[in-house]
């Protein structure tokens, strides 16, 4: 840490870019198991002249969740409540039976360890309100983020 730009050396601002770029890997690779959110970058193609693109993970599972065409979203579990999800789950490894999709039902509750911010909430409620209209969304979160706190998170020593 560093307490004034006085006292920033050069060294210091280096060991906290690599401390930055460290945790990103880190996030990356805890990542890497999954099949459909493993990144957030879309190198775009150079064949229909599609630049390169960021899509946040968070807006990427409200998609797939709201999605109804895709019956069976593969990095979302779907976890068990009623008798009929238990018999549906159960059955579908015997019979062609789908399990429930996650935006079967009508409230949708995110929670966001770590924090979240207030344009990631509005990112939610909008893509909610746009693709699954009657849909009512909860966005909960461990800490309400401001700027100023996201920033900060980068440079905590210990982030968890």
């Known amino acids: 840490g560093c307490d004034s730009s006085l006292k920033l050396t050069s060294q210091k601002a280096t060991d906290a870019l690599d401390g930055i770029f460290q945790s990103l890997r880190d996030i990356a690779r805890a990542r890497m198991h999954m099949k459909q959110f493993n990144s957030i970058h879309n190198p775009g193609s150079s064949t229909h002249q599609a630049s390169a693109s960021y899509k ?26 009623g008798l009929t999800d238990l018999l549906k789950t ?28 207030v344009s990631e909430v509005k990112m939610v409620k909008d893509l909610v309100a746009t693709r699954k209209p009657g849909t009512q969304v909860i ?11 996201a920033v900060e998170l980068l440079f905590a020593p210990d982030r968890l």
Request: overall charge negative.
């Open 56 to 81: 946040p993970l968070l807006k990427q599972v409200v998609e797939e969740i709201c999605n109804p065409d895709r019956p069976d979203p593969v990095d979302i579990e779907h976890m068990s409540s």
């Open 90 to 117: 159960g059955f579908s490894m015997f019979m062609k039976v789908n399990r429930p999709h996650p935006g079967d039902h009508p409230l949708l509750i995110i929670f966001m360890v770590g924090g979240v911010s």
């Open 139 to 149: 966005v909960l979160s461990s800490v309400l983020l401001t700027p100023h706190s």
